[in-house]
């Protein structure tokens, strides 16, 4: 591949040859960079530096939706602000994956648009095909797994987890370790989801879980609404969103969420007397990474793009341990040696290795769940 500088002297070599009157390059390509807001790639706005300058002249990042504790978002804005001198302004923190679509969707080209989102996959897929979302190929795009990346680099996955039961252990006696214990009479009231599944990326992964630990598939996720239309019959469902404020406070003491989720509440909350314990159920295994994806109508463009790389560089990758989720690059950085070891030996051991819905399969469990949960919790 031609870099740049080679492409420059390429061009500087042929403006040589004219003034000595030869013509020897008249067939030679000229060098044509990008606006950063058509921008595929960083090489097409000139390289990272390039990039870099743009993003600091817009001097400005919009985000949505990314909660401090969730994923360690916290160390990467804040390390983001440090690197680049770049204001990252984060809207409505606690909402969901279809609340980022349809911000997206809505503000148009708005300057109030969010640059970036953040959302399950599935709904990362949803947006592409609204054709909401702009193709980038950020450095490492051929070190993400194929099956974690739309092949048109309208969105990639950063970062995931297992689906796991955090318990106030304070208020709950005993805490539940499976999904089956969960409908045990002594959970009455207690038992939230981190919103609602037809919304949240969470609670639809949540109920996926379920349904693997109740006979269900990838292809089949209707075990998972039969268990909460369960649980909601006997009492034990809690409709409230579960976040890190109803944790504390005890109104939702126990949740079902990610496991990087339940482990940052155990280490947030420890010293406000809150003994939060977490389980990752053997009975319903379920991973899943969330997406990263550009505004096609981003209107701090260069700064979208500069975000997507640095929340894929190693520095990037490496801050996601500390709020232990697990990169999508892991396996890359451990082979090349730039993994945070003492970081990844923090996170908690599960057995064999995650498997993954395909597309189609995705498509069907959230139409089914759509379709199906209002009147699963209606009681």
């Not at 042929?14 to 009157?21: K, M, N, P, Q």
């Not at 743009?54 to 390390?79: C, F, M, Q, T, V």
Request: glycine residues 8%.
């Amino acid at each position: 591949m031609t870099t740049p500088r080679a492409r420059a002297a390429a061009v500087f070599g042929c403006f040589a040859l004219v003034a000595l009157g030869l013509s020897a390059c008249e067939n030679a390509p000229t060098v044509r960079l990008e606006k950063p807001s058509v921008a595929t790639s960083a090489d097409e706005v000139g390289g990272m530096r390039a990039l870099i300058a743009a993003a600091k002249r817009e001097g400005a990042l919009r985000a949505i939706a990314l909660p401090s504790d969730w994923a360690n978002y916290g160390g990467l804005i804040a390390g983001f602000e440090k690197k680049y001198g770049i204001k990252v302004t984060d809207e409505d923190p606690h909402g969901h994956s279809e609340d980022e679509i349809d911000a997206v969707r809505k503000s148009g080209n708005r300057p109030t648009a969010p640059d970036v989102i953040d959302v399950g996959d599935t709904f990362a897929r949803t947006a592409a095909e609204q054709n909401l979302l702009a193709p980038y190929k950020v450095v490492a795009y051929d070190s993400i797994p194929g099956n974690q990346k739309d092949s048109n680099a309208r969105w990639y996955n950063n970062y995931g987890g297992y689906i796991s039961i955090g318990c106030d252990a304070n208020r709950v006696k005993p805490c539940p370790e499976t999904f089956a214990d969960l409908l045990k009479p002594g959970y009455k009231g207690k038992v939230a989801l981190e919103g609602d599944p037809t919304k949240s990326g969470t609670a639809f992964a949540s109920v996926y879980a379920v349904a693997l630990a109740n006979n269900g598939s990838f292809e089949d996720i209707q075990p998972g609404l039969d268990f909460f239309a369960e649980l909601s019959k006997s009492g034990n469902f809690n409709p409230l969103d579960s976040t890190s404020a109803t944790v504390a406070d005890g109104r939702t003491p126990i949740s079902i969420n990610w496991d990087y989720i339940n482990l940052g509440y155990a280490d947030q909350l420890r010293g406000k007397g809150v003994n939060w314990q977490v389980a990752i159920p053997f009975d319903g295994s379920f991973a899943q990474y969330y997406a990263l994806a550009v505004n096609k109508n981003a209107p701090h463009p260069a700064a979208a793009r500069l975000w997507q790389e640095y929340l894929f560089s190693t520095e990037g990758q490496n801050l996601r341990l500390y709020g232990y989720a697990r990169p999508v690059l892991m396996d890359v950085m451990r082979q090349n040696g730039t993994l945070d070891k003492a970081a990844a030996d923090r996170l908690p051991t599960v057995e064999g290795s995650p498997q993954f819905p395909t597309d189609a399969q995705l498509e069907k469990a959230q139409e089914t769940v759509t379709q199906g949960w209002a009147k699963a919790v209606s009681g």
